[in-house]
């Protein structure tokens, strides 16, 4: 266990330093956008490269960097000139109900109709699901956000989280159930999208488990057949599932691009897409910063996970 | 990202303007209306796909914190749907005979929305801060100030501007700073002023202008209320909202779907069918934008492709470019073939005499023969003893709106002549930087466009030797160009100021660092429950004008 996080740490380091060269290596900069208003002049461009710190040397740069995040200040942003931090969080509160919503039902969906798959294959109900899970995995989730903001225009909001022209607050239920409404689209889109991925996961799985002779044995004692799959055999087949679930639920805080996006749901997603254009360092570094420590969090607990569903696995 | 987004351009005179025009002129505030079947109230819910990254003038570079700025701030002038300067803040001005002092005389007993007066002194200050931390905290917004040498207020309703020599734009520079309460932000002019860029000026601001911005909502929402104080005719409706939208097919169809009460440009071509079909405004009017194709002009460039500076290529690569094709296609038919850097829609500014360049592939290919460049195998022309094969850098924004299409018909039409181009698409930063590698060594070709502004001198500046690195996209240097361009400058009278302004663009159309392929028309949509929105300079939600929020009324 000690060792596990030992590299988790490691792990952790090294994206941090990956994360500082790579933004850096792409083309363009950000004084190049920053710099573009009229009458610009050299004198502008300079200016902005003393106070974001780009005129120093790399290295120095790598080094104030990892002594600010030692201190835990992520930065100022290039853009707006507001940390980083404040920024980041307000990103992500946004972010985690919308993506957590999509991501959980298309679990719960995805589980559901891999086992029924598996249990029922080769029937009807089977090659129907099969077949919906891989068009909906296989759908471009641009593609899919516009068809479903096209057909239920008018009847629900097309951008946003909540209604925006409100000079006074809303009472508190009624602005929960403003951003609901809202958040459904984005979260429909994220849970087609994603779903598809579990189902596909989760029938192999249990198609192996149901092969099993223990699964046999049940059947010829006469368990009843729901007994033997949701009590035996998915809890078996779970693993991989686990594995799929930890890596979906570390990309719930990096957000979900395209769909906040298409949507303007004003979550981290969306901030890390406007940084990279703009090519705002502090913001690219402490997004990505979150969105790896999220991963190998949840991935860290995953294998925790695995430690009490299979007590064959030892650390 | 369009090339210049900080601040939109401006247009030729459009429909709603007979009526505008009547408030704007006469030295007056500028709002108009004041008729008495007006109806009055009501909230505008505006949907636009730019942003506001700050609301502190001296960080923000978001064409939107620039429109918020007009609305919330004074400024001294402003444009009129007609393109005429008039008054705001300032109701009347006087310049110097020798050009260097103009003298402001500003409106009396003004107060901010926190009722502290508002007065010449406030934009003595704003000026003078400017001018003073201009190679730093206040760089952005140093090219309202160019020349100024100080700003003055002897008394509450007089402000005195020196500048160092005669500037025959002042009214255009100062009409894009906004004004800012000193007693707000004085206390951050200290020291280096590094402080000027850390305050964060958040909603509600003190304002001086038509409305107050009471919430903003990042990436969310910005909401504008009536200011009782505002010192000019006050607007119709009780305020306005304006959503950020990250797709345009997002904020048409909220639009469709009565989410919205109109959408900012651009409007994209393919969606005026349907929202006329719906029974939405959809005004399509000459835009200030052009659309243009660079070639490499730098002298010093690569010689695997400096055959790009011959002038018989650049007149043959002219030729082949069929711009009607473009604008019919492309554009489905919401512009104009493009002929000089300075749009007719920006007025008298343009050169009349100069035409779009006509179509023939014929004349192309007689100017390459003439060149010498002898077509090789594969229908390929060879020059200098390498195949005519180019790469045209392209910004995606620009290729996802309908620069691949354009792209498509051109780069046809060239393999006729036996030149072949390649697409390079790269986000508007990396082309840019792309461009200007080595200094302008590598690049062949670009495809991008403009948002000039109304008065020439800042797309004339573009072209100069001191523009390098900094707007320069083409490698174009030239003494004479530069030194017309300080002519212009100066040149105090309107009639010898727009000689050397159409000597300075025949100079461009001839050496062709740039060949304006066609100039998009600016494509607003609105709710017809709402008067139309006053269009001033290519949209009617801009940084030149109050006049569009301040006369708008339910219909």
């Known amino acids: ?315 | 990202m369009s090339r210049l987004r900080t601040h939109r351009p401006a247009a030729l005179l459009v429909a709603a303007a007979t009526a505008l025009a009547l408030a704007a002129c006469g030295g007056g505030s500028g709002s108009g209306g004041g008729s008495s079947t007006v109806q009055e109230g009501g909230v505008f819910r505006l949907g636009t796909s730019s942003t506001i990254d700050s609301l502190n003038p001296f960080i923000a570079f978001q064409s939107d914190a620039y429109t918020t700025f007009e609305y919330i701030y004074p400024t001294l002038v402003q444009y009129t749907p007609s393109l005429k300067i008039v008054a705001n803040f300032a109701r009347s001005w006087k310049t110097s005979p020798d050009g260097r002092t103009w003298t402001f005389t500003t409106a009396p007993n003004a107060k901010w929305s926190d009722g502290k007066p508002l007065t010449a002194a406030d934009a003595a200050w704003t000026f003078s801060t400017i001018v003073k931390f201009a190679d730093g905290a206040t760089a952005n917004s140093a090219g309202y100030v160019a020349h100024l040498k100080s700003a003055t207020a002897p008394n509450a309703t007089t402000l005195v501007l020196t500048y160092a020599q005669p500037v025959a734009n002042v009214l255009s520079q100062v009409q894009q700073a906004p004004i800012l309460p000193e007693h707000i932000w004085a206390q951050y002019a200290t020291g280096n002023g590094k402080a000027l860029k850390t305050f964060q000026n958040n909603a509600p601001i003190v304002s001086g202008g038509p409305f107050i911005l009471t919430k903003y909502t990042p990436k969310q929402v910005a909401l504008f209320k009536k200011n009782p104080t505002f010192y000019g005719q006050k607007p119709h409706i009780d305020g306005f909202g304006l959503q950020f939208f990250q797709t345009t097919d997002a904020e048409v169809t909220a639009l469709k779907s009565g989410q919205l009460d109109g959408v900012e440009v651009p409007v994209p071509p393919t969606s005026v069918a349907t929202l006329k079909a719906a029974h939405f405004q959809v005004r399509s009017s000459p835009g200030v934008a052009f659309d243009d194709f660079i070639i490499n002009s730098s002298p010093d460039q690569q010689a695997s492709h400096k055959e790009l500076l011959n002038p018989l290529l650049r007149q043959a690569f002219d030729h082949a470019i069929d711009r009607q094709a473009v604008v019919s296609t492309s554009l489905l038919g919401h512009g104009q073939p493009g002929s000089t850097i300075i749009p007719p829609a920006t007025g008298s500014w343009s050169d009349p005499s100069i035409k779009p360049t006509t179509f023939s592939l014929d004349s192309a290919n007689q100017l390459l023969d003439q060149a010498g460049y002898k077509m090789g195998p594969n229908n390929l022309r060879t020059a200098n003893g390498h195949p005519m094969s180019y790469t045209v850098i392209m910004p995606s924004d620009r290729a996802s709106e309908y620069g691949n299409r354009s792209f498509q018909i051109i780069q046809a039409d060239f393999k006729k002549i036996g030149v072949q181009l390649n697409l390079k698409v790269l986000d508007p930063s990396a082309a840019y930087d792309a461009l200007t590698a080595n200094n302008y060594r590598n690049f062949e070709i670009s495809m991008w466009d403009w948002y000039p502004l109304t008065d020439p001198d800042f797309m004339l500046s573009v072209l100069t030797c001191n523009s390098f690195d900094v707007w320069n996209d083409t490698g174009y240097c030239s003494k004479a160009y530069d030194k017309l361009y300080s002519d212009q400058s100066a040149a105090m009278q309107p009639s010898q100021r727009q000689q050397v302004v159409y000597q300075m663009q025949q100079m461009i159309a001839s050496a062709k660092p740039y060949l304006v392929i066609d100039y998009p028309d600016s494509i607003e949509a609105q709710s017809s429950h709402w008067s139309p929105l006053a269009e001033v300079g290519g949209g009617s939600f801009n940084s030149m004008s109050i006049i569009p929020m301040d006369t708008v009324h339910k219909a």
């Open chain 1, 1 to 315: 266990m000690i060792k596990r996080g030992f590299f988790a740490l490691v792990t952790i380091f090294v994206a941090i330093t990956i994360n500082f060269f790579l933004f850096r290596v792409l083309p363009g900069n950000a004084v190049t956008d920053l710099s573009r208003v009229p009458h610009a002049s050299p004198a502008l461009r300079h200016a902005l490269l003393t106070e974001f710190g780009l005129d120093k040397p790399k290295w120095e740069q790598y080094l104030i960097y990892l002594n600010n995040l030692a201190h835990g200040n992520m930065g100022i942003s290039f853009a707006n000139q507001q940390p980083v931090s404040h920024l980041l969080l307000a990103d992500l509160k946004n972010t985690i109900p919308m993506v957590t919503l999509g991501t959980v039902t298309a679990i719960v969906l995805g589980v559901f109709t891999g086992v029924l798959s598996a249990w029922r294959r080769g029937s009807a109900p089977d090659h129907a699901s099969t077949n919906l899970a891989i068009s909906a995995y296989a759908f471009p989730t641009q593609w899919l956000g516009l068809m479903l903001l096209i057909l239920f225009a008018g009847t629900l909001p097309a951008g946003g989280m909540s209604d925006p022209f409100l000079f006074t607050a809303e009472p508190f239920w009624q602005h929960l159930a403003d951003v609901g409404k809202h958040m459904i689209l984005p979260a429909v889109t994220l849970m087609l999208t994603t779903y598809g991925s579990f189902t596909l996961v989760t029938r192999s799985s249990m198609l192996e488990t149901l092969g099993e002779d223990y699964v046999l044995t049940a059947r010829a004692k006469g368990l009843p057949a729901r007994r033997i799959v949701w009590r035996h055999a998915v809890r078996n087949a779970l693993l991989p599932v686990v594995t799929l679930i930890a890596l979906e639920l570390g990309f719930i805080v990096g957000g979900a691009v395209l769909v906040e996006v298409i949507f303007s749901w004003p979550g981290i997603g969306l901030a890390m897409y406007s940084a990279i254009g703009q090519r705002d360092y502090p913001m690219l570094q402490g997004g990505f910063l979150i969105l790896t420590v999220s991963v190998i969090l949840l991935n860290f607990l995953a294998d925790l996970l695995y430690f009490r569903l299979d007590p064959r696995i030892t650390a």
